[in-house]
């Protein structure tokens, strides 16, 4: 797990695709220009870069549709309604989704981070291309309730978006792929990298000894589905959550036994901010988190083996362990990401 340990070079990562001819993206960086850079000590992008090359107007155009609630059928929930910015892109304070005329959903909105990196998406995988994730939330009679070819008519009559699809593509043609791949431009340069916990990997500072503490026990304890600095190994689990499995998960795709109750690991970035946690939303504080792995966790027969190796049912940890934790799980939040202006609604 080298990823974690420090003296990793101390590159500024991989320049994948630049569209301005911008200055690095340093914290007071106000041109506005949008840029992907692959952090150094990530693994290898998962989206396909080239088929949809970042521009500065593709990401400008997607930010707009991001924000825009005329992608609901009455115009009053746009996606940026249940992925908030100031909340690493969750409902914050929701616990399951909060969509059109108050209607609630049945699981808890995910953040929106690192997406470049997701092989699925949705907390049972059921999606495997970032550009078929919108069509989902916006046909969903629970979140925005819209048909798509009604809100392209939309974009289509509206005074700016011709130009903006112009501008983007090329022509002023409003069409579904092109809709999809500007949200994509969005919400692939969505990268949260500069932590602190980011900034002690690339040497640039120290942790706290209890940070450090927590750290190494994370290391034990979570990172074989936590892992690499993406902190999610991308695959489905069962962490015991629900009692009696009512949420089947992954098994839903896959309508394999083995995989009822299992849900895609998810990131732990900006986990301070994205409360409250889990698919159900159940788990109010990162001590109830903890609290949970350590004598909460339901066994059942698809529950993880990582989850019972202790010689019990949870994870073994020490109330002074999980205060350790804890102080490094908020090593890992980034306020520059989460207040990035251009990832604002302009
Ligand atoms: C009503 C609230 C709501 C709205 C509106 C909404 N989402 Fe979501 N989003 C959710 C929830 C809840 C999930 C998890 C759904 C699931 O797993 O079944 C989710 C999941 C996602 C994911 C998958 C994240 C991951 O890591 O798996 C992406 C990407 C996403 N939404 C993007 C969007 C986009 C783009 C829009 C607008 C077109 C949008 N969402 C509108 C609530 C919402
Ligand atoms: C066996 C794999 C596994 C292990 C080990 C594990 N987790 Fe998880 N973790 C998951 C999965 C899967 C979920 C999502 C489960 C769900 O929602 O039903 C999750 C959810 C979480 C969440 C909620 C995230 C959110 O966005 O709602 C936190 C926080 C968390 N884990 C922290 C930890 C910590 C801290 C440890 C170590 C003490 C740990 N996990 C160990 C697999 C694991």
Not at 131 to 160: C, F, G, T, W, Y
Not at 215 to 240: S, V, W
Request: proline share 5%.
């Amino acid at each position: 797990m080298t990823s974690y340990q420090k003296g990793i070079p101390v590159l500024a990562g991989i320049l994948l695709s630049l569209s301005l001819l911008a200055p690095a993206c340093k914290k007071n960086d106000t041109s506005g220009a949008v840029k992907f850079v692959a952090p150094a000590s990530f693994p290898t992008p998962v989206y396909n870069l080239s088929a949809n090359p970042l521009t500065q107007s593709g990401f400008v155009l997607g930010r707009k549709l991001f924000y825009d609630n005329r992608l609901s059928r009455d115009s009053t929930i746009s996606c940026g309604s249940c992925h908030q910015q100031f909340a690493s892109f969750v409902h914050a304070g929701h616990i399951v989704s909060h969509g059109i005329d108050n209607k609630l959903g049945h699981r808890n909105t995910p953040a929106l981070v690192n997406l470049a990196w997701s092989y699925d998406f949705f907390w049972d995988g059921g999606v495997h291309d970032m550009d078929l994730v919108p069509p989902n939330p916006i046909k969903n009679p629970v979140e925005m309730d819209a048909q798509l070819p009604v809100v392209l008519d939309r974009l289509r009559n509206d005074s700016k978006y011709p130009g903006m699809f112009k501008d983007a593509f090329g022509t002023d043609e409003i069409t579904t792929t092109r809709f999809l791949q500007a949200l994509s431009q969005f919400m692939y340069t969505l990268v949260s990298a500069n932590s602190k916990y980011d900034k002690y990997v690339r040497g640039e500072t120290t942790l706290a000894a209890e940070e450090q503490q927590g750290l190494h026990l994370f290391q034990q304890k979570c990172a074989t589905c936590h892992t690499t600095d993406l902190f999610t190994d991308r695959k489905f689990h069962n962490n015991g959550i629900q009692p009696t499995i009512t949420d089947s998960g992954r098994y839903n795709v896959t309508l394999d036994p083995a995989d009822i109750g299992k849900f895609k690991t998810p990131t732990l970035r900006n986990i301070e901010k994205t409360g409250p946690y889990m698919h159900t939303g159940g788990l109010r504080s990162l001590q109830a988190v903890l609290d949970y792995y350590g004598s909460s966790v339901n066994a059942s027969a698809t529950l993880d083996t990582v989850l019972t190796r202790d010689g019990r049912t949870g994870i073994a940890l020490s109330e002074d362990e999980k205060t350790q934790i804890i102080a490094f799980l908020k090593t890992l939040t980034d306020e520059d990401f989460m207040k990035d202006p251009r990832f604002s609604e302009q």
